[in-house]
């Protein structure tokens, strides 16, 4: 269960992207700003390059106190008809996280 906090983020996270595509932002750059914790997060369902980018991004900009992790979101059901793409997502994540350091 999410605490007030973290359910807020969830919930604006929508509208800042929005707002911020129209100013040229990032919504890891407004809610840095605002000093939200926050836990960015990536997938490989439209572009495999989308998670190897995200976490050097987010290093960047993000304070690591308030970078929680990162999640990957495959977008795939967790069938055996998956498992190659599913476990291909776990490696672009420890790929990562190993050239990001």
Known sequence: MLDGKKRTIAAL???LAVAAR???ATTSGIT???????LPCGSIWADEKN???L???CRKRIGRERL???LMAP???TLEANRVKLMKAVDIAAAAFTTAE
């Open 13 to 15: 996270s929508a509208i």
């Open 22 to 24: 129209g100013y040229g």
């Open 32 to 38: 840095e700003k605002a000093g939200y914790d926050q």
């Open 51 to 53: 998670f190897g980018a």
């Open 55 to 57: 976490v050097p991004f």
């Open 68 to 70: 929680e992790g990162f």
């Open 75 to 77: 977008w795939l059901a």
